[in-house]
């Protein structure tokens, strides 16, 4: 008899479990913290004039839609540019700024800078981490000759630090890479 | 103490009697209640060192005795070991009664399988308990690989999935204490959440014979148990201690078990591990480490006509994943797997940093059964889970120490089973299944959910009857259909669900629209039959031959379904398909098996044919402004898996004996004739191992292993743009690594023993020659080589 009370029991508990854990709440949205949409190269040229941006941007974070690369002009050649960049997360509403996380992490963080064969144009660091190492969201960008090429940013995390300046020396993880076509006229 | 007396008298009379000494003893083995066979028993010949298994019949034969009496021993891994006096005069015939618990094990191994597995496990019982406590430092399924066609899917060297003829994962089974393990086994880099010494037993079945758990079980079925309780008064335990070189670190396991005559028991078990950061042979492999923390209870009523039994365990494993082993996007890749050093490599440490997983796992059952005069045997069995995993990522900012995955999944299950007698000869068994399952994703990590929350219902019935005829066939067939029904709700990326047709194909399934996120709520229902029939024929006492076929149909898991974004531990963006029905599986499975404990072996050959076999593979590159990743999408096609797995034994000297092991499987998408992805090269064991119960039980085994390259792949590289270079460079994800070959050294030896505890000291070298080497089915092998040279101290007291 006691063992038909246990069984009965059991079963019971068992469809209550069943029963009662059906919440029909809809779960919320996340959105994504850390997708980085959009960077933003901005090229003022030292002394006045119309500054040059360059820009990735993909909406739909790692969704199958591509970046749509956006390169407002060509490069004035014999001119110095002051850079900066602006990194965003724009799947969310207003859109995070991620730069100033990144300036926030600076000695985690470098910004390099690479340069197509073709493409007659020099860099150089303008901000740098608590240790005076390169940081790089600040940078000066002197155009050469006429020429045209690639020209590759590129965003490590925790990279080796200080390094030779190249991304084979630095390591660490990609956390952004876009390259544009750029021409020097 | 009476039998030691008897002993000593027997010792001195068959000693004192040198006469005609021609004489055999035979007869059965009987189950003292249904007087059914007992195949598989060990009958032991006080003072002669005689021992002898029964037959599949239940039959056993001593040769060459004297006239006298003599004390024999029988036991039987299901029963009490009993002893028993003869008389032998002439040529005698006696039979043995034994009370036999009637066990789980006998009751989910089916045809030719459960003779084989039974018979395996007396064979080499010694020896697989021996790996069992010699893997108490490791884990399940590093015990598991010791088994001839299991191999393994790593994560480094502590997430060990147990690969079964080449199937993992949701294909395989895990029934841990008669509960069928959900922990998120669907990912490849999730490992069981079992601890290897909760086990006294494991066993594995080639396929999905074991209905009764399921019949989803492509691969196949591995029952990990506890050991059975003898009906006396007695308190017993053991602590196994061991220390390892590599990782610096220890484990410890003790167990303790009191039972009482009126069959009552209690065990508590509990196990810590804690390992520093592993080393291959050049480098130390950084953020590897792992601890491990379990605990068990197990109590119960064990009476003839009925019982009950509660179990508990929990389960907590924090696991470190390689460090070099994060990446961004391809050309990050590309470095890595270019380099022959892992990119990141740190001093020794203990501490576990990100990536790094968080695991727990809590397992609760009770079971209640009667037997009932004409009806048989009725257990009822309630069980539940909770599973809780975390995973920490590299990550950015305020999420830094957030986990990037966080899901809890909680499983209650209700299963009613009948086992019943069938006139004499059959048996017949039959339940029904009720499960419930329930998946929460916690969205406060700040990532898009992996796995979606859903809520399961699963509805399983299934009936399996054997049946004998005559002296040497036995049949056995089974049938299961399973009801599934998932209700899901999952955010879609707005770009995905319209590139995918999904906004043509599922318009009904919407719910809302939240920014570039689309809300749906699919409500998915599989219908899966699944069957085995097989037969076993014994030629002689020697000489057995299976035959089995068996249908498994399993329905997609969470992630062939829902996948949908970037998997950071792959560097990959992971797509599933809302589309996909069952896959169903034919194996045919044949065995022939020498029984001798001279020279034993078995002979195993396979095919399973699978219709809508789920497979992930790259498709695409995908560009974001994180760089280029390489997609890879889920998708069904017909695959075909051949192979064969050969044991083989031989005692080729006093006190030496040869082991062998060799497996090969063959897997093939025969829709686009190609090779299936991740499938174990051939892979071929030998080893002799000295045995000397006469000095102190010494052990020695040496024992090689060798590792081919496997050479039927399919070709998933693709090229990546790198600045630098201003090249398109291949990034080779696909080249298997080269052959390797490993040699394993281990002992042990009993230190001390008396009646009733026992010391025993094992001292072990993994990978004696400090080899480099990466394994194909190890995910961290673009990145760092395998496990460099272990010494392993393990000290076992038993009492």
């Given at each position: 008899m006691k063992k038909k009370t246990i069984l009965s029991a059991l079963f019971l508990a068992g469809i209550l479990f069943t029963g009662c854990s059906n919440g029909d709440d809809t779960p919320i949205a996340v959105n994504e913290e850390e997708v980085i949409t959009t960077l933003t190269v901005t090229l003022s040229p030292v002394g006045g004039g119309t500054a040059i941006t360059l820009q990735t941007r993909d909406l739909d974070g790692d969704g199958p839609n591509a970046p749509e690369v956006t390169v407002s002009g060509n490069l004035a050649a014999g001119t110095q540019y002051n850079g900066s960049l602006s990194v965003?997360?724009?799947?969310?509403?207003?859109?995070?700024?991620?730069?100033?996380?990144?300036?926030?992490?600076?000695?985690?963080?470098?910004?390099?800078?690479?340069?197509?064969?073709?493409?007659?144009?020099?860099?150089?660091?303008?901000?740098?981490?608590?240790n005076g190492n390169p940081l790089g969201t600040e940078f000066t960008l002197t155009a050469g000759a006429v020429s045209s090429g690639t020209l590759t940013f590129t965003l490590r995390h925790e990279p080796k630090k200080p390094n030779d300046g190249s991304l084979a020396d630095a390591g660490g993880e990609t956390d952004l890479a876009a390259t544009f076509n750029i021409a020097v006229e | 103490m009476r039998y030691y007396a008897l002993f000593v008298l027997l010792l001195c009379s068959s000693i004192s009697l040198s006469q005609d000494c021609n004489y055999t003893l035979s007869g059965s083995v009987k189950d003292l209640h249904d007087g059914s066979l007992l195949?598989?028993?060990?009958?032991?010949?006080?003072?002669?060192?005689?021992?002898?298994?029964?037959?599949?019949?239940?039959?056993?034969?001593?040769?060459?005795?004297?006239?006298g009496t003599y004390a024999i021993q029988v036991s039987h891994p299901y029963c009490l070991s009993k002893g028993f006096t003869v008389r032998v005069d002439g040529n005698t015939t006696n039979n043995f009664l034994l009370e036999h618990h009637l066990e789980e094990l006998n009751e989910v191994v089916l045809e030719g399988e459960a003779y084989r597995n039974q018979t395996k496990t007396l064979f080499e019982n010694k020896i697989s308990n021996a790996q069992l406590e010699d893997f108490s430092s490791g884990t399940l399924g590093d015990a598991l690989n010791s088994i001839s066609?299991?191999?393994?899917?790593?994560?480094?060297?502590?997430?060990?999935?147990?690969?079964?003829?080449?199937?993992?994962?949701?294909?395989?089974?895990?029934?841990?204490?008669?509960?069928?393990?959900?922990?998120?086994?669907?990912?490849?880099?999730?490992?069981?959440?079992?601890?290897?010494?909760?086990?006294?037993?494991?066993?594995?079945?080639?396929?999905?014979?074991?209905?009764?758990?399921?019949?989803?079980?492509?691969?196949?079925?591995?029952?990990?148990?506890?050991?059975?309780?003898?009906?006396?008064?007695?308190?017993?335990?053991?602590?196994?201690?061991?220390?390892?070189?590599?990782?610096?670190?220890?484990?410890?396991?003790?167990?303790?078990?009191?039972?009482?005559?009126?069959?009552?028991?209690?065990?508590?078990?509990g196990t810590v591990k804690r390992f520093g950061d592993f080393e291959a042979p050049d480098y130390v492999l950084s953020n590897t480490g792992i601890f491990e923390r379990n605990a068990s209870l197990r109590f119960g009523l064990n009476e003839l006509e009925y019982g009950v039994e509660g179990y508990y365990s929990f389960f907590k494993n924090d696991i470190g994943i390689l460090r070099a082993s994060h990446l961004g996007g391809a050309q990050d890749q590309v470095r890595a797997i270019n380099s022959d050093r892992p990119l990141i490599i740190r001093d020794f440490t203990y501490d576990i940093g990100n990536p790094r997983q968080e695991v727990t796992h809590h397992l609760a059952?009770?079971?209640?059964?009667?037997?009932?005069?004409?009806?048989?045997?009725?257990?009822?069995?309630?069980?539940?889970?909770?599973?809780?995993?975390?995973?920490?990522?590299?990550?950015?900012?305020?999420?830094?120490?957030?986990?990037?995955?966080?899901?809890?999944?909680?499983?209650?299950?209700?299963?009613?089973?009948?086992?019943?007698?069938?006139?004499?000869?059959?048996?017949?068994?039959?339940?029904?299944?009720?499960?419930?399952?329930?998946?929460?994703?916690?969205?406060?990590?700040?990532?898009?959910?992996?796995?979606?929350?859903y809520d399961k219902y699963d509805l399983g019935v299934y009936a399996i009857t054997d049946y004998r005829f005559g002296e040497h066939l036995v049949v056995e067939a089974g049938l299961r259909f399973d009801y599934n029904y998932m209700d899901v709700f999952k955010f879609y990326r707005t770009s995905f669900w319209e590139a995918r047709n999904y906004d043509e194909l599922f318009p009904e399934i919407v719910v809302e629209e939240v920014g570039n996120q689309i809300l749906t709520n699919p409500k998915l229902d599989f219908y899966n039959t699944s069957a085995t029939a097989g037969a076993t024929y014994s030629f002689n006492e020697q000489y057995n031959l299976?035959?089995?076929?068996?249908?498994?149909?399993?329905?997609?898991?969470?992630?062939?379904?829902?996948?949908?974004?970037?998997?950071?531990?792959?560097?990959?963006?992971?797509?599933?398909?809302?589309?996909?029905?069952?896959?169903v599986s034919h194996k045919l499975s044949l065995t022939f098996q020498r029984e001798n404990t001279v020279f034993g072996f078995s002979v195993n050959p396979y095919i399973n044919t699978i219709t809508d076999f789920m497979v992930i593979e790259p498709k695409e590159i995908q560009q974001t402004v994180r760089g280029n990743f390489q997609v890879w999408e889920y998708r069904q096609t017909n695959a075909q898996l051949l192979g064969v797995d050969v044991d083989a034994s031989l005692a080729f000297a006093e006190h030496f004996r040869f082991n062998h092991q060799f497996s090969m499987v063959k897997g093939y998408d025969r829709t686009r004739n190609e090779a299936l992805i991740n499938m174990p090269p051939v892979n071929i064991q030998n080893g002799v191992v000295y045995q000397n119960p006469n000095v102190r039980n010494l052990k020695l085994s040496l024992q090689s292993d060798y590792m081919f390259g496997q050479n039927e792949f399919p070709d998933n590289n693709f090229e990546v743009f790198v600045p630098e270079t201003e090249t398109m460079e291949t990034v080779d994800v696909s080249t298997p690594p080269e052959a390797y070959h490993l040699l394993n050294f281990s002992s042990s030896i009993d230190l001390y023993m008396d009646q009733r505890s026992k010391l025993t000291l094992g001292f072990t070298v993994t990978n004696l020659l400090d080899t480099s080497y990466r394994n194909y089915l190890n995910r961290l092998r673009y990145y760092a080589d395998d496990l460099g040279r272990n010494f392993l101290l393990n000290l076992k007291y038993n009492y």
């Open positions: 965003l997360n724009e799947t969310v509403t207003p859109a995070e700024n991620i730069t100033e996380e990144v300036e926030g992490e600076s000695a985690e963080h470098q910004f390099f800078y690479t340069v197509g064969s073709g493409l007659d144009v020099s860099t150089a660091y303008e901000n740098f981490d608590g | 195949p598989g028993a060990t009958l032991i010949l006080a003072g002669t060192e005689q021992a002898v298994l029964s037959d599949l019949d239940g039959k056993y034969t001593f040769t060459g005795l004297c006239k066609g299991v191999s393994s899917l790593n994560t480094g060297n502590t997430v060990v999935k147990p690969m079964v003829n080449g199937l993992h994962s949701s294909r395989i089974i895990i029934v841990n204490n008669g509960v069928r393990m959900e922990d998120q086994e669907w990912g490849a880099e999730h490992g069981p959440n079992i601890d290897v010494n909760s086990a006294s037993n494991l066993t594995l079945i080639k396929g999905a014979g074991a209905l009764r758990y399921g019949g989803d079980a492509v691969g196949g079925v591995i029952v990990a148990e506890a050991a059975k309780v003898a009906r006396k008064d007695t308190l017993f335990g053991k602590t196994i201690m061991s220390a390892s070189s590599n990782g610096r670190g220890s484990s410890v396991t003790s167990q303790v078990t009191k039972s009482y005559k009126s069959g009552w028991y209690g065990t508590l078990q059952r009770l079971k209640v059964f009667r037997r009932f005069e004409g009806v048989g045997k009725i257990s009822l069995q309630y069980d539940f889970q909770r599973n809780n995993r975390q995973e920490y990522d590299i990550r950015r900012g305020e999420d830094a120490d957030n986990a990037s995955l966080d899901l809890e999944l909680d499983t209650h299950t209700l299963m009613l089973d009948l086992d019943r007698d069938l006139f004499d000869a059959g048996t017949l068994k039959v339940g029904a299944m009720a499960r419930y399952q329930n998946n929460f994703a916690d969205p406060n990590t700040g990532v898009r959910r992996l796995i979606p929350d299976f035959f089995n076929y068996s249908l498994a149909s399993r329905a997609p898991n969470p992630s062939e379904l829902f996948s949908e974004g970037l998997h950071h531990s792959a560097s990959r963006i992971e797509l599933g398909d809302l589309r996909f029905g069952p896959e």
